[in-house]
């Protein structure tokens, strides 16, 4: 079983900057990508960045210079780095990966997800 983990939300103030980690455990041959959407009240969820194993980034227009994703193969933990955050980053963010299962094989993976609210 392959579990992701999100930590890292909480409330900031417009402008302010919080990092979310996401940690993947269990049987893991490798990690295809890791990536980041939120999903804000009445609204779809919605890509806000990813990361392959190659290091290719991609974000959202709407994120774009003020978000980084990074990620540590060796402990099979992603980040992303938001900083200048507006009141509309606020959402539940989930953690999504591709991973190869050493017995199941390749799955796609969702965390609980993490609140990040900016408000003052």
């Known amino acids: 079983q392959v579990q992701l983990v999100e930590s890292g939300g909480g409330l900031v103030q417009p402008g302010g900057s919080l990092r979310l980690s996401c940690v993947a455990s269990?049987?893991?041959?490798?990690?295809?990508?890791m990536g980041w959407f939120r999903q804000a009240p009445g609204n779809q969820r919605e890509l806000v960045a990813v990361?392959?194993?190659?290091?290719?980034?991609n974000y959202a227009d709407s994120v774009k210079g003020r978000f980084t994703i990074s990620r540590d193969g060796a402990r099979n933990t992603g980040y992303l780095q938001m900083d200048s955050l507006k009141p509309e980053d606020t959402a539940v963010y989930y953690c999504?990966?591709?991973?190869?299962?050493?017995?199941?094989?390749?799955?796609?993976?969702w965390g609980q997800g993490t609140q990040v609210t900016v408000s003052t």
């Open positions: 999504n990966a591709e991973i190869s299962h050493l017995v199941a094989g390749k799955g796609d993976y």
């Open positions: 269990g049987s893991i041959f490798s990690i295809t990508y």
């Open positions: 990361i392959t194993s190659g290091g290719n980034t």
